[in-house]
């Protein structure tokens, strides 16, 4: 019986350096592994970054690249966690002909409905910001179009697994504070 393919949420902590990123994507590259989002920022540590990347595959081949990351020397500690173990969003921002705005109520309404914000507004266009999961910004997006929707882009998933990861402890940090 074969596996079936799952999302998974892939955290590696790491040392910033020139040129991981390429090392890192090449280990998806060589198992033909599509990455459905990458996501980087500085992690809860000072000077440590994590990475957060969603693929779709096989617990076995999760686990199989989990540990090829680890091989890399900045690599402090990769981890991967089903779509359940983690709490997730992605944020959307959307371009929009400011005529629209002033000369349509309905979107007026839809903006309130979807719990979206208006970050600008020019006499040319104003921009939305929404954050939520892939199928909220998607439903929002669907809903702008037909007001001239001029722009539009989605962040990599940003996520927190619900257990604690300890990558403090193996750091070797104090987190008694």
């Known amino acids: 019986m074969s596996e079936l393919n799952n999302t998974y949420t892939i955290s590696v ?7 991981l990123l390429n090392r890192i994507s090449a280990i998806f590259l060589k198992r033909h592994i599509s990455i459905e989002s990458l996501t980087t920022s500085q992690s809860e540590i000072e000077n440590i970054f994590r990475f957060i990347i969603v693929v779709s595959i096989t617990k076995s081949r999760v686990e199989r690249v989990i540990k090829q990351i680890e091989k890399q020397i900045e690599v402090i500690a990769a ?18 002909k400011s005529k629209s705005l002033f000369n349509e109520k309905t979107i007026q309404k ?20 929404k954050t939520g999961w892939r199928k909220d910004t998607e439903k929002l997006y669907d809903e ?15 996520s927190v697994s619900k257990e604690p990861m300890n990558i403090s402890n193996i750091l070797g940090l104090n987190t008694d504070k």
């Open 13 to 19: 902590y790491t040392e910033n350096n020139l040129g």
């Open 79 to 96: 981890f991967y966690h089903s779509n359940e173990e983690t709490i997730f969003l992605e944020t959307a921002l959307y371009k929009v």
């Open 110 to 129: 839809i903006i309130k409905n979807s719990q979206a914000n208006i970050v600008t507004v020019s006499p040319e266009y104003f921009v939305i910001e």
């Open 144 to 158: 702008l179009e037909p007001y001239g929707l001029l722009q539009f882009v989605r962040s990599g998933r940003i």
